[in-house]
T-cell receptor, first 114, second 114 residues
Framework: EAQVTQNPRYLITVTGKKLTVTCSQNMNHEYMSWYRQDPGLGLRQIYY???????DKGDVPEGYKVSRKEKRNFPLILESPSPNQTSLYFC?????????????FGPGTRLLVL | AQSVTQLDSQVPVFEEAPVELRCNYS??????LFWYVQYPNQGLQLLLKYLSGSTLVKGINGFEAEFNKSQTSFHLRKPSVHISDTAEYFC????????????FGQGTRLTINP
């Protein structure tokens, strides 16, 4: 079954304590990205990756890091979380092949930073 | 750059009534258009997409949308809603050439009342 998995699904942490949210896809997609969802703002892209070792900033990259050492994994790193990073995070992967353009989303990670 | 405006943040309707969720977009280049649904405490699921061809697109769960290039709109419709359609709906666009991200609207919360 084609899927994008994220861990953890729920996380409560404190300001300044480094954390990593993992993302993995089993579809051999080149493109992966991270979004955050906030009420009234929809989803906004944090970072994206076009392939292994190729990453770039999205619309709201401040306070986040990513890496893409393997095709299937795209972890999101918060080096020093702050309360304004409390949000719902989604990882996504996609194939871009003409009329097969489709993006698959993970189940989400709900993060609370105290 | 692209932008998406969902004209209604909340839409309450009675069960079995028709519904239309409005989406307008802005882009200087050609785009693909999508509608996603997010059921309570779940991730995003693709409802339908417009890539090319017929401007009337049919999706899952009885939803359809019509692409109107002159009006730059992609409104979502369903002739008769059910309680199970209660969810948040997101309109999104991505540029066709060099697509790097989905740009989302703010979301419309559809509430079905018995």
């Amino acid at each position: 079954e084609a899927q994008v998995t994220q861990n953890p699904r729920y996380l409560i942490t404190v300001t300044g304590k480094k954390l990593t949210v993992t993302c993995s896809q089993n579809m051999n997609h080149e493109y992966m990205s991270w979004y955050r969802q906030d009420p009234g703002l929809g989803l906004r892209q944090i970072y994206y990756s076009m392939n292994v070792e190729v990453t770039d900033k999205g619309d709201v990259p401040e306070g986040y890091k990513v890496s893409r050492k393997e095709k299937r994994n795209f972890p999101l790193i918060l080096e020093s979380p702050s309360p304004n990073q409390t949000s719902l995070y989604f990882c996504a992967s996609r194939v871009l092949a003409g009329n097969q353009e489709t993006q698959y989303f993970g189940p989400g990670t709900r993060l609370l930073v105290l | 750059a692209q932008s998406v405006t969902q004209l209604d943040s909340q839409v309450p309707v009675f069960e079995e009534a028709p519904v239309e969720l409005r989406c307008n977009y802005s882009s200087s280049v050609s785009v693909y258009l999508f509608w996603y649904v997010q059921y309570p405490n779940q991730g995003l699921q693709l409802l339908l997409k417009y890539l090319s061809g017929s401007t009337l697109v049919k999706g899952i769960n009885g939803f359809e949308a019509e692409f109107n290039k002159s009006q730059t709109s992609f409104h979502l419709r369903k002739p008769s809603v059910h309680i199970s359609d209660t969810a948040e709906y997101f309109c999104a666009v991505t540029r066709i050439q060099g697509a790097q991200k989905l740009v989302f609207g703010q979301g419309t919360r559809l509430t079905i009342n018995p």
